[in-house]
């Protein structure tokens, strides 16, 4: 299911299913006009039967047997972290519940700007929504819509950037990890690697006959095992022109890709293909 995000900038009305965001102090003045009052009245009965509770909540009420409106009730004040957790748990809801388009309410309030913070919000859903579907059976891709009424004037760019580039780092660290250990052998890892050099990183290779004149037998000794190449490789990026120190990330790129099994317990072996999992996270980082 891929989840897409759409900002609308226009008059409050409600979708055919609406998610609205509420936290004990919401004013019920700030639905008036928005909804009938039927619908009014059954986001007060809510907020009046939660008023002691001390936990967070997404629920779903129907109203009618093809209209949903999913509450989204704050109660402790969230970080940027926290945010995003709820961000995750609010995406499986409406997964779990098959509302595949939504408009999300409520974000502008006063009293939920206070408590949340909503970028990081949405950004919890992006993460949550990743799947590698790379080699399974072709099917029509359903699509869940996330649309947010919320004026363009509000969205802060510069957060927006930044976890628009958090998000893609962490999927295609995801994507790496994912693929099979006959597919994502060394020698492919490290053509995937020299691509990365159009996205401004310097990127360079250390083959076998590099890395025996470095001396580094102990790698290459692990890499006798299989017939593909042994490499090491560097990934640095200048972005900061000042004479500060440099920063410097390592990660173990073991692949999967050849025996052993015999040397080690078998229970868990199936997750050996995970152990090049350090590299990919700096991978997804730079």
């Known amino acids: 299911m891929t989840l897409k995000i759409k900002h609308l900038d226009g008059k409050i009305s409600p979708s055919k299913n609406t998610a609205v965001f509420l936290t004990k102090d919401t004013k019920f003045s700030d639905f008036k006009g928005i909804f009938e009052d039927k619908i009014n009245q059954k986001i007060l009965n809510f907020l009046k039967n939660n008023k002691k509770t001390k936990d967070d909540k997404i629920f779903s009420l129907n109203l009618e047997f093809d209209q949903t409106l999913v509450i989204i009730l704050i109660v402790k004040k969230k970080d940027a972290l926290k945010s995003e957790k709820f961000g995750a748990k609010f995406y499986n809801h409406i997964k779990n519940h098959k509302v595949n388009n939504i408009l999300v309410l409520g974000s502008n309030f006063s009293s939920v700007k206070n408590n949340i913070r909503f970028d990081e919000f949405i950004h919890g859903a992006q993460l949550k929504s990743y799947e590698f579907n790379l080699y399974k059976t072709k099917k029509k891709d359903e699509e869940l819509i996330i649309k947010i009424l919320n004026s363009k004037n509000n969205i802060n760019t510069r957060i ?63 890499g006798q095992g299989s017939i593909r190449g042994s490499y090491l490789v560097t990934m640095e990026w200048k972005g900061n ?33 995970y152990d090049m999992a350090g590299s990919a996270v700096v991978v997804g980082l730079m």
């Open 241 to 273: 022109k000042s004479e500060s120190k440099p920063l410097a990330f390592v990660g173990k790129g073991v692949c999967f890709d050849t025996g052993g099994i015999s040397l080690k317990p078998a229970r868990f072996m199936e997750d050996m293909t």
């Open 160 to 222: 927006k950037s930044n976890l628009d580039a958090v998000l893609h780092g962490v999927n295609y660290t995801k994507d790496l990890v994912s693929e099979p250990g006959n597919v994502l052998h060394p020698d492919e890892y490290a053509n995937r690697l020299k691509k990365l050099n159009k996205l401004g990183l310097k990127v360079t290779v250390y083959d076998e006959k590099k890395l025996k004149k470095l001396g580094c037998n102990a790698l290459l000794g692990v």
